[in-house]
Nanobody, 126 residues
Framework: QVQLVESGGGLVQAGNSLRLSCAASGRSFSNYAMGWIRQAPGKEREVVAAISTSGGSTYYADSVKGRFSISRDNAKNTVYLQMNSLKPEDTTVYYC???????????????????WGQGTQVTVSS
């Protein structure tokens, strides 16, 4: 089992950047595919970025492609989400999630993830 704690959220102006971090505790972090998930008001929950166990494969939702970047440091049990060129529509709570995986593939559906953090609020003002 893995426990996840997000940090790095906050209030920023449109066009600026934020870096979210997700620290994982527990065993064998490198056996977990990781993702960042959000649910904006009135919209369905979506995986905005995902990364495979080794970090060799990544996935981005169309809404964030070219602006967000996911990475992981397995030595530090941490996954990151670098968010650039933020827009007001990026405002919501961002969740870090993990999926135990024995294959080096990304998980792009919210239902793929069994472990979730408590979330960190990102607010982008116009």
């Amino acid at each position: 089992q893995v426990q996840l704690v997000e940090s790095g959220g906050g209030l920023v102006q449109a066009g600026n950047s934020l870096r979210l971090s997700c620290a994982a505790s527990g065993r064998s972090f490198s056996n977990y595919a990781m993702g960042w998930i959000r649910q904006a008001p009135g919209k369905e929950r979506e995986v905005v970025a995902a990364i495979s166990t080794s970090g060799g494969s990544t996935y981005y939702a169309d809404s964030v492609k070219g602006r967000f970047s996911i990475s992981r440091d397995n030595a530090k049990n941490t996954v990151y989400l670098q968010m650039n060129s933020l827009k007001p529509e990026d405002t919501t709570v961002y969740y870090c999630a993990a999926r135990l995986s024995f294959f080096d593939t990304v998980a792009i559906s919210t239902s793929d993830y069994a472990y979730w953090g408590q979330g960190t609020q990102v607010t982008v003002s116009s």
